[in-house]
């Protein structure tokens, strides 16, 4: 259906805008890429040595194989590959390799990615691991349910199991509105079957059990700026990862990681911890993978009198029914209507940021 659907709601809508939407809308398109852009990847080398990325820096791509690490660079012929990918390789990666660059990427079992700044690509997180370690905090900054579900969904996506850390419960006592706020997440997320775990670096709670969770795993640790990522793992782990302070006007954190690194644990296993993010953007996100992820209104949607009803606005919808009637907590709803606006077409808050400006 066309965007504007009257003369007069195109006029009043700012030209300069509507513009930026445009380009953005038509230069995000993903059905621009043809199969013929798709080539067939090249049989793997096996006289090549093989090797696993363990970090990315400006220098170039540490390799790790045999208990030694090699600095390499892209070969010129894979860095033609790139399409809609922002970066090719990743933390994880297993790959074939010289001495001086990488060669080949071997296929991957599991990855963890999100849509670049841009809005247009796909920018690789991590690979070749197990499980996501989710990680939110409580009050600094708060608790953002939207921000989870981009996380969960994007696991589902790459084959990752996910575990949601909550971090800071030592400062529930501050605020009363996020307290009443924590109680309806848990309500809402802990009947859907996801593993969550509540600590506190403060207090040492609940750090003996993310220990046993990451024991002999291969984990991504990922979250917002100032959640508190590297402070776990340093108290966990007694690492000495940098820890920043959360900027006083927006309460945001600010980017203490600035590159991923794959950590071997004590006591078996590794992790990678990212660099934190103001905003997490679903690659490709579909309607389907939406409805998919949200089981409690799916199974609600059943009952609604249309197959195709979106939940929005439609009469007679068993969705909206149960939230007026208080069935349906706020925040679960708020965040599906957030990501079905993506998955539709419109460009995430980071992007829509970006053309704002």
């Known amino acids: 259906m066309n965007r504007y659907d009257h003369e007069e709601d195109f006029h009043a809508k700012d030209r300069k805008q509507f513009r930026k939407e445009r380009k953005y809308l038509q230069t995000s398109d993903r059905s621009k890429f ?11 080398d096996e006289t090549l040595p093989r090797g696993r990325i363990v970090a990315i820096g400006g220098e170039g791509v540490w390799v790790e194989a045999d208990g030694k690490r090699h600095l390499c660079s892209l070969k010129g012929l894979l860095k033609k ?40 690509k796909e920018q690789l997180i991590a690979a070749n691991v197990d499980q996501a370690i989710i990680v ?14 981009r996380y969960l969904i994007a696991a589902a996506k790459g084959n ?4 949601i850390v909550v971090n800071k419960v030592d400062l529930l006592h501050t605020s009363v509105e996020e307290q009443e706020r924590y109680q309806e997440f848990l309500a809402a997320y802990e009947p859907l079957g996801f593993p969550i775990l509540t600590l506190s670096t403060k207090t040492g709670a609940g750090i003996e059990a993310l220990r046993s969770l990451m024991k002999d795993k291969i984990s991504v640790i990922a979250g917002q700026s100032g959640v508190g990522k590297s402070s776990l793992l340093n108290a966990a782990f007694q690492f000495e990862r940098k820890i920043g ?15 991923s690194e794959l950590i071997p644990l004590p006591g078996g296993g590794y992790c990678i911890d990212t660099p934190g993010v103001r905003s997490f953007g679903v690659w490709n996100l579909t309607r389907d993978e939406v409805s998919t992820h949200f089981t409690d209104i799916a199974t609600l949607a059943q009952h609604c009198h249309y197959p195709d009803c979106t939940h929005t606005a439609e009469p007679r919808c068993a969705v909206l029914k149960s939230l007026k009637e208080g069935k349906l907590p706020l925040l679960r709803y708020e965040s599906y209507t957030t990501l079905l606006d993506e998955a539709l077409g419109s460009a995430d808050n980071r992007t829509k940021r970006k053309l704002e400006s």
Do not use: C, W
């Open 136 to 149: 939110v905090s409580l009050v600094e900054p708060p608790l953002k349910p939207a921000l989870i579900d």
């Open 245 to 259: 302070d959360l900027a006083e006007k927006t309460f945001k954190g600010t980017h203490t990681t600035t590159a």
């Open 34 to 44: 043809k199969k013929t852009d798709l080539k067939e990847k090249q049989p793997i």
């Open 81 to 120: 590959e790139k399409m809609h990918a922002k970066n090719l390789v990743t933390v994880g990666d297993y790959v074939r390799f010289t001495e001086k660059a990488v060669i080949q990427v071997e296929p991957r079992y599991s990855i963890l990615s999100r849509t670049d700044i841009s809005g247009k």
């Open 160 to 163: 990752l199991h996910p575990i």
